[in-house]
């Protein structure tokens, strides 16, 4: 059995897409407050998104030992901030205002736990220049993006219209996504999780 822990609407797509037979399970584990606590020990963005991947599979794993479970975290840094999913439209604008003309470093890992422990994880950074632009475009893809893009570090989704905040981008797409897509996807089929076991 395959469980993921996370309410990621990308990660969850990214599975499916892969054709694995996954179930979601979200692990209750405190997010903030683990950053807080990872950041005052100055821990690094990669650390971070590590740290938040492992506590999530192991947490779940713990509940249902028989299974294999994913965790998986994202963190942007740049020039020393790190950044957050905006909790408000007002904030991923401030958020997305103070990344135009940057180039930041999205940090994406992946932990596989099995019976309540670490059994394997991967970590990738990409990194993404956003062009410079003005308020007015910025107004326009709020107003297109909507919403959603609250529930994702850097306040954008690559997949959509997020693609025109964006000059360059340096790395793996499913990396950029939240999910190192195809380590995991070795990682598994050597554990005889894939197309093979699907068909």
């Given at each position: ?92 604008r401030e958020q997305l205002l103070a990344l135009s ?33 003005d308020e007015a475009f910025l107004d326009t893809y ?32 499913f990396t950029i996504l939240g999910l190192p897509l ?18």
């Amino acid at each position: 059995m395959l469980i993921l822990a996370s309410a990621s609407p990308s990660r969850r797509q990214m599975l499916t897409n892969a054709g694995l037979d996954f179930a979601v399970e979200l692990s209750g584990v405190d997010e903030d407050e683990a950053k807080r606590s990872l950041l005052a020990e100055k821990a690094s963005a990669q650390d971070v998104a590590e740290t938040l991947a492992e506590l999530k599979a192991v947490r779940v794993s713990r509940r249902r030992p028989e299974a294999m479970v994913i965790g998986a975290d994202s963190t942007l840094a740049c020039e020393g901030r790190l950044f957050d999913k905006p909790p408000t439209m007002a904030a991923a604008r401030e958020q997305l205002l103070a990344l135009s003309g940057q180039t930041h470093e999205l940090c994406s890992s992946v932990v596989v736990a099995k019976a309540g422990g670490r059994l394997w994880h991967h970590n990738e950074r990409a990194r993404l220049t956003m062009r410079a632009f003005d308020e007015a475009f910025l107004d326009t893809y709020l107003a297109r993006a909507g919403e959603g893009i609250t529930s994702s570090v850097g306040a954008y989704h690559l997949e959509g219209v997020g693609a025109h905040l964006f000059s360059r981008i340096e790395g793996d797409y499913f990396t950029i996504l939240g999910l190192p897509l195809l380590p995991l996807l070795s990682f598994l089929a050597n554990h005889g999780i894939g197309l093979e076991k699907a068909a």
